[in-house]
């Protein structure tokens, strides 16, 4: 494949995109077990607290955030004549999506290991 | 700075169809001086170590669009790079046939689908029923609309550069968008509608992911996907251009003010 | 030396320079009948456009023993619209 800053943005807008579709699955799963009743309800929410998951959603955090600044960096594209900045964009997405990782990251895994 | 001679190791991918099963490696040595291209040293090893050797080459001047290539992972014309810009640290460069496109032999591809993709948007002047007695009248600002898209050489180095192009059947690529581009905008096309209709599909306008690689490869500079937003654009709002269009093609014989 | 059957270079370099032959025997036979300068073919025996004799199209064919035969035919200009005018430029 021809590798350029362009072909890794695309191939991880496309792998976070999969990601939060089969996030949102997993998601109705587990919340819409609610009218199943109170024992499978917590059950299910319990299965989905574990430290695993919580390092798992320290993941699905980075999908959601840089899927979204993406989608804005595709829109800024698509409305304005953008192509000598199209590098800097790209890095910014990238830059941003790892700082707000970071910012939101880092209280997770706190929360995660006071509360063993 | 004197001419002393350096050496470099040219690593080039191989193919005979009459042999070989699939492209493999062969390196070569070459001195080079601070003026030479990367064309000169496939010249130089052509003539003087393996004359079986296969590119295809022209003008030698950026300007036929023969000699593109892919050198150290992108596309570019071998005939205008310098061969000491793309040395790597370990005095090593590296030649493969521009990719996505079927091999024929050696560094030389089958282009046939990046034809047939051209030939598919119509990329001729489609004139209105009624020509004009004497010249067509055409103001600067709508020339230089159109000058980046005229100078294309047609080398295909944003086709194969294209991630697009390699991960599907049937995208119409950036070479022939931004041909169709052209026609679209020139005041003196009246093909707006059909031309619009082929490009503003899933197979056209709307497939490109501006991954941006096609401007990267252009040994022109020039910009196929400003031409395919601008496209979209148009596409979403045909009836209001075409309409322009009709408009502008009856004053295209008035001088212009 | 190139080998095999499929894109071989020195077929290729073979058929270009026989057509690089051919079309220089052309191209001299042409400019040594125009007796004349015009444009990019300047002769220093006849330095100037000869707009009387010379606004012509010189067209070839190949005769027999393989030599250019020269003919000519005429200019598709409207003469009144398009006078010709000394090159002062």
Redesign the interface.
């Given at each position: 494949?021809?590798?350029?800053t362009?072909?890794v943005?695309?191939v991880l807008r496309r792998f976070t995109g999969v990601v939060l579709v089969l996030y949102l699955l997993l998601h109705i799963w587990v919340i819409g077990s609610a009218v199943s009743g109170p024992e499978v309800f917590d059950q299910r929410l319990n299965a989905v607290q574990t430290p695993l998951f919580k390092i798992a959603e320290i993941a699905l955090l980075a999908a959601v955030v840089y899927h979204a600044f993406d989608g804005v960096r595709?829109l800024l594209?698509?409305w304005f004549?953008v192509?000598d900045k199209?590098k800097n964009l790209f890095w910014a997405v990238f830059i941003v999506s790892a700082l707000m990782v970071i910012a939101g990251g880092v209280p997770i895994l706190l929360f995660m290991l006071e509360s063993k | 700075m004197s001419d002393t001679q350096k050496t470099a190791s040219v690593r080039i991918q191989r193919f005979n169809p009459e042999k070989d099963h699939k492209p493999h490696f062969q390196e070569f040595t070459v001195s080079y001086t601070r003026d030479m291209t990367l064309l000169d040293a496939l010249h130089e090893i052509k003539s003087h170590q393996d004359g079986t050797l296969t590119y295809r080459r022209s003008c030698r001047h950026a300007i036929c669009g023969s000699c593109a290539m892919n050198v150290n992972?992108i596309?570019m014309l071998v005939c205008n790079t310098p061969i000491k810009e793309h040395i790597n640290r370990k005095g090593m460069v590296t030649i493969k046939p521009l990719?996505?496109l079927p091999i024929i032999k050696d560094l030389v591809v089958d282009r046939t689908k990046f034809w047939e993709q051209y030939m598919r948007v119509k990329p001729w002047l489609i004139p209105s029923p009624e020509v004009p007695e004497k010249e067509y009248r055409i103001s600067t600002e709508e020339v230089e609309a159109l000058n980046k898209a005229e100078t294309c050489i047609m080398c295909g180095a944003c086709y194969?550069?294209?991630?697009v192009v390699?991960t599907s059947e049937n995208y119409i690529g950036p070479h022939a968008l931004l041909k169709s581009f052209l026609r679209v905008l020139d005041p003196r096309d009246a093909g707006a509608a059909e031309r619009l209709e082929e490009v503003g599909t899933h197979e056209g306008a709307y497939r490109c992911?501006?991954?941006?690689?096609c401007?990267?490869a252009c040994p022109k500079k020039l910009?196929p996907?400003?031409a395919i937003?601008t496209l979209?654009n148009l596409a979403q709002k045909r009836l209001a251009f075409e309409d322009a269009k009709k408009k502008r093609l009856t004053t295209i014989t008035k001088a212009v003010e | 030396m190139d080998t095999g059957k499929q894109f071989n270079t020195d077929v290729l370099a073979a058929l270009e320079t026989e057509h690089l032959l051919t079309f220089s025997e052309v191209i001299v036979a042409g400019g040594l009948a125009r007796t004349e300068s015009r444009g990019a073919h300047y002769r220093t025996d006849y330095p100037k456009r000869d707009d009387e004799s010379w606004i012509k199209h010189t067209m070839a064919h190949k005769a027999e023993d393989g030599k250019p035969v020269l003919s000519y035919k005429s200019v598709n200009i409207d003469w009144e619209k398009y006078p010709p005018q000394e090159r002062k430029y």
């Open positions: 494949m021809y590798k350029t362009g072909f943005s695309f595709l594209v698509n004549k192509t199209r | 992972g596309n990719p996505y194969s550069a294209c991630t390699g992911h501006t991954i941006f690689n401007i990267d910009d996907t400003k937003e979209r | -």
